[in-house]
């Protein structure tokens, strides 16, 4: 299974423009890495002028890049606790915007969770603000921003563009940026003003523009279709062990995420078959104690491992010898983390969310329906263990 990347379309004769990527964390850490390689691969075609701008500087994991590329990890550094302080009581509190999003959320559900995401989000783009004014607009012409996530920087390419002409602005939306960060609430600050001013938004599926065009986020004209991809793993493996079965998951340990849930699956496996369970489950998060303590509370039933993190998921699921990834995630945008198992030849346990079915269906895989837990984790944990005893059954999932 292999899904192909499609990246910004410019001309292949080389423009005479800048544009400067705002990344989460790559080239310095390693959330990004996979997806955003090879759309810059395709840019270096196309622009002579690449700035790569982080806004998380995680020295140890520093990626080696193309020199032509330049890396400037100076807005990183205005991105600490006591400048988003200071930003607070200096323009935040004055700030109209933050009012009227105040007003939209007040007396609403997980309102202090909204609160404090409201308010680090606009600080944030004053900071970004600041520190492009002063920092990056000397010749404005012909300057293009990319924003890889579409989060608090939209905010301040909406005060850019209405100061400044010549300059592009341009974003990606990946998943919570655009369905929320809470469980069962798709709240996500300042969206009504997030969009409208981008000269492109591309989105992973046209479930994300059905979404922006129903609440008039932004015009049709300025979306674009362009999900995330990999290349399919040349090494499969096939000859797989039939002693024991191997479960792996990898994603942030929060609630949206249904951690939980998957060890309770896992169990539910295990006590419908006398063959050895492994869980390996990678990430860190809030939810890491909780997590810790239900696999040790579990440990009776099968054998698991903790990691935070591994520098390849396709080197690691070969290495580990992985018959089964696991995604029970309430939102979605499109996982990466699916695909990349997919691309090595293993079938995926995964919720039955629309994102979700843009990946998996019966052929490849399985999917669950969280809300009858119970029922489909029993139907599901049989049809696995039905298919990993038959093996002409599992090695056609797994092709």
């Not at 990527?21 to 690449?50: A, H, M, V």
């Not at 309430?330 to 079938?347: L, R």
Request: aromatic content about 14%; charged content about 30%; overall charge positive.
């Amino acid at each position: 299974f292999c899904l192909v990347m499609f990246y910004i379309y410019i001309p292949k004769m080389k423009i005479n423009k800048k544009i400067i990527i705002f990344t989460y964390d790559y080239p310095t850490g390693n959330s990004e890495n996979t997806f955003i390689q090879f759309e810059i691969s395709k840019l270096l075609n196309d622009f002579d002028d690449i700035e790569i701008i982080p806004q998380k500087n995680l020295k140890k994991n520093r990626k080696k890049i193309e020199k032509k590329i330049k890396v400037n990890l100076g807005f990183s550094k205005h991105l600490n606790n006591q400048n988003i302080i200071l930003n607070f009581f200096l323009y935040t509190i004055f700030s109209t915007d933050f009012y009227k999003e105040l007003n939209k959320i007040l007396f609403k559900k997980n309102f202090f969770l909204k609160l404090k995401m409201s308010i680090i989000e606009i600080t944030q783009s004053e900071i970004a603000y600041k520190w492009i004014k002063e920092y990056k607009i000397k010749k404005s012409k012909n300057i293009i921003f990319y924003s890889f996530w579409s989060n608090y920087l939209l905010l301040t390419f909406e005060r850019l563009k209405k100061e400044i002409k010549g300059i592009t602005t341009i974003s990606r939306a990946n998943g919570s940026d655009l369905n929320g960060y809470i469980k069962n609430d798709e709240y996500v600050p300042y969206i009504e003003k997030k969009f409208f001013s981008l000269d492109r938004i591309f989105l992973l599926s046209k479930l994300q523009e059905k979404l922006l065009l129903k609440k008039k986020l932004i015009k049709k004209k300025k979306t674009k279709i362009a999900p995330l991809g990999i290349y399919k793993s040349k090494k499969q493996n096939y000859k797989t062990s039939i002693k024991s079965i191997n479960f792996l998951s990898c994603n942030n340990f929060i609630k949206i995420k249904n951690n939980l849930e998957m060890i309770e699956f896992v169990k539910k496996v295990s006590e419908q078959t006398d063959k050895k369970i492994k869980y390996y489950i990678i990430g860190e998060g809030k939810e890491y104690n909780k997590i810790k303590l239900k696999l040790n509370e579990y440990k009776k039933y099968f054998n698991f491992k903790m990691i935070k993190r591994v520098k390849s998921l396709p080197d690691f699921i070969l290495k580990k010898n992985i018959h089964f990834f696991m995604n029970f995630s309430t939102q979605e945008g499109m996982s990466f983390s699916i695909m990349e198992a997919m691309s090595c030849g293993i079938p995926v346990i995964s919720s039955n969310i629309d994102a979700n079915k843009n990946l998996v269906d019966n052929s490849r895989g399985y999917l669950l329906n969280l809300k009858k837990s119970k029922n489909s984790y029993i139907s599901v944990s049989k049809k696995i263990l039905k298919d990993f005893n038959k093996r002409k059954n599992y090695i056609n999932k797994k092709k």
